[in-house]
């Protein structure tokens, strides 16, 4: 019997970027709530801003989550993928993705862990993120 796996909730972010190994949840930009491994942002609550809207309405999406990628092409197999992940021309030369938390249910919670782990690996000191991986 195949377990089924469950979709993904914006309650799962704060959860998993938790349990990863030195992080804290700070500030960046100003106020934004961001995730942080050693004080390196690999989690960022975006606030709603004129980059980023909703074709249809026009309105700022105001649930927007940047989660930093390891490099470019991993950057790009996610937008390219078929789950919520997108970029905008803010982020063209940037390793950031974004996400909409309320779509966040459209990949299943192993997926989303597996995607902020890699976001924290690629700010975790390398020593650190060879010690978690066990490597």
């Not at 938790?18 to 390196?40: C, F, I, N, Q, Y």
Request: avoid cysteine; glycine fraction near 8%.
């Amino acid at each position: 019997m195949t377990k089924r796996k469950r979709k993904a909730r914006a309650s799962d972010v704060d959860e998993i970027a938790g349990a990863l190994p030195e992080t804290e949840l700070g500030h960046s930009w100003g106020d934004r709530p961001t995730w942080k491994v050693r004080g390196k942002g690999f989690l960022l609550y975006r606030m709603p801003h004129k980059t980023a809207i909703d074709p249809e309405t026009g309105e700022m999406w105001d649930d927007l989550l940047v989660v930093i990628t390891p490099d470019m092409g991993v950057k790009q197999s996610l937008v390219e993928a078929d789950n919520p992940f997108f970029t905008i021309d803010h982020f063209r030369n940037h390793p950031g993705v974004l996400v909409r938390l309320s779509r966040l249910g459209e990949i299943d919670r192993d997926e989303l862990e597996e995607i902020i782990t890699e976001a924290w690996a690629a700010k975790a000191p390398k020593k650190l993120a060879r010690e978690f991986f066990g490597e």
